[in-house]
């Protein structure tokens, strides 16, 4: 699986999309990341990827020429994809959404900025939209970053074992996980649950089935 994100921000978007978890799936060849800076496919000397909007209004708007010179390369050096804009007015991003996109074999990200995105671009170009939820934050790269963590590590081999996220929150529609304990069994005088420290994995499964929440 292969994914590419369109950014202003290259640089910065990357180094938390190759640690911990998610770095090493990358490293074993499990899927691949790359971020293509928009800017380098501007036609002035300035770089410029925003205009005035028509119409007056507040802020800038993000130009559709650069977003699709950059979206073309993608294309032409690695193949068509699914095409993403992250935009507020997108479709909610759930488990659900990840267990879908896991199935497609490339996904392209465009992360806005400013006010908003020629919609010519948008209307052309994108898939599907997708938000991350009924906030504002300043652009498109936090929400991919979201979209590209929550749908790897779905994929086979990224995690140790397929359980680690089947029996995780919002995997199956409704549920969230039991709490969970580590050691001490006692900490600032508050015990752990002592089905946990039994041994009886038939009733540490049914406690743990009876804490969890479920729609």
């Known amino acids: 699986m292969r994914f590419d994100i369109l950014t202003l921000f290259p640089d910065e978007i990357m180094p938390m999309l190759t640690a911990s978890i998610i770095g090493r799936g990358i490293k074993r060849g499990h899927f691949s990341v790359q971020a293509h800076q928009i800017r380098d496919f501007t036609t002035n000397k300035q770089k ?12 800038m708007v993000m130009m559709a020429q650069p977003l699709y010179d950059c979206l073309e ?8 994809g699914h095409v993403i804009l992250m935009a507020p007015q997108g479709e909610r991003f759930t488990q659900q959404t990840a267990k879908r996109l896991v199935k497609l074999d490339h996904i392209i990200l465009v992360c806005g900025r400013y ?21 504002v934050i300043t652009g498109g790269e936090i929400a991919a970053q979201v979209i590209i963590d929550a749908t790897a590590r779905l994929i086979p081999g990224v995690l140790a074992d397929e ?38 994995h038939s009733e540490i499964e049914k406690w743990r089935m009876d804490q969890s929440d479920t729609d």
């Open 48 to 59: 410029q990827v925003d205009d005035y909007p028509y119409g007056g209004g507040h802020g």
């Open 73 to 80: 390369h993608v294309k032409k050096t690695y193949g068509d």
């Open 115 to 135: 006010e908003g995105v020629d919609q010519r671009f948008i209307n052309k170009c994108v898939d599907k939209q997708i938000s991350i939820g009924d906030f």
């Open 163 to 200: 359980e680690g996220f089947q029996r995780e929150s919002h995997y199956t529609p409704g549920y969230l996980e039991h709490p969970q304990y580590t050691r001490p069994g006692i900490w600032m005088n508050m015990r752990a649950p002592d089905v946990l420290l039994s041994g009886n």
